[in-house]
C-alpha cells in the first residue's frame, strides 16, 4: 500500500524505520509537527520521524494544523492508501481522515480502552497496572475511540521507568502495526468497536502534576517518580528551592521510621520519610545542576537532622 506516516517524537520512530523495512509498503510522504527551538541554543530541529525522513530521501509535510487547505490538497494529491499514525501530536479533522481509502492507523500505546489520551504510559505506571500493551485503531474525530484492530501486551516491572516501559512498547508495537497493515491489504483483519467498560483517560502529565507528595505511601511516591522520569520529572521542594527526584527504592517494613517528608542521611544513602515505609533516594537534581547521587548532593548540601522535603 502507498502510505503516509504521520509520527513526531522518537517513541515513532521504530515505527517508521520499521515500515521503511518493509517490502510490502511504500512510505510516500511523512507528515510530522513543524521545526521546534531546542537546545541551549534555541536553534530550530526536526522531529525525530521528520529527521529520520530527511535522512531516507522521503517528503517531509510540516503543516501547522493539519486542517490547512494547502495540506488537505497535498495529501489528496499524494493519494495514499492508509495512513499510519504514531504519537502526531494533533488532531486530524474530518475531510483529511476521509482521504485515505483504508483510513488512519493509530498506534497507541495502551490496551484500548484504557487509557485513551496523551500519556497513557505514565498512567499505567502511576496506577499500578501489572499489564500494558499496544493496540492498532482506526482513527475517528472521537479522542482514541475508534475501531481496534489488534493488541501485544507487555509486563510492567516493578523498577520500570514511563522512558523504559515506552522504548519497549515502540519497539513491539512497531511490528503490531507493520502486522496490521500487512492484514489490512490482505483484507484478512477487521476493526472491531471498543467495548463501552473498561474506559480510562490519561490526559498530559503537567509539571505540576509531577510534584512528589511524600505525605502519601511509599508505593505511591515510588510509582509517581518512576511514571513522570525520564519527564517531566519528579520534584520536590527543599529550602524553597525545586529539588528534582529520580527513581527510589522502598525499604522493608519496620527498617527505619521517619515522619513524612523528613530526611536521613546516613554513611552511604539518603532516606525520606513517607506516609509508610521510607524511601532511599536514587539520584536527584538540585537548581542549576545536572543530576547526581543523592549522597553527593546530601554531603555538599549539610543536611541538618529534621529537615523536610516538601
Known sequence: MRLLFAGTPEPAVPSLRALLESTRHEVVAVLTRPDAPSG?????????????????????LTPAKPSEPEFLDTLRELAPDCAPVVAYGALLPRPVLD?????????????LPAWRGAAPVQSAIRHGDDVTGATTFRLEEGMDTGPTYGVVTETVGPTDTAGALLDRLATSGANLLVATLDGIADGTVTAVPQPADGVSLAPKVTTADARVDPAG???????????????????????????????????????????????????????????TVPVELGEVKPVGKRMMAAADWARGARIEAGELLA
Open 217 to 275: 505511601p511509599a508505593a505511591a511516591v515510588d510509582r509517581l517518580i518512576r511514571s513522570v522520569t525520564p519527564a517531566p520529572g519528579a520534584w520536590c521542594e527543599f529550602r524553597g528551592e525545586r529539588l528534582g527526584i529520580g527513581p527510589v527504592r522502598p525499604l522493608r517494613t519496620g527498617e527505619v521510621e521517619l515522619k513524612p517528608g523528613e530526611l536521613r542521611v546516613e554513611r552511604r544513602r539518603v532516606l525520606l520519610g513517607t506516609a
Open 40 to 60: 541551549r541554543g534555541r536553534r530550530l530541529s526536526r522531529s525525530p520521524v521528520g529527521a529520520l525522513a530527511d535522512e531516507a530521501g522521503i517528503p517531509v
Open 99 to 111: 482521504v485515505p481509502a483504508h483510513g488512519w492507523v493509530n498506534l497507541h500505546f495502551s490496551l
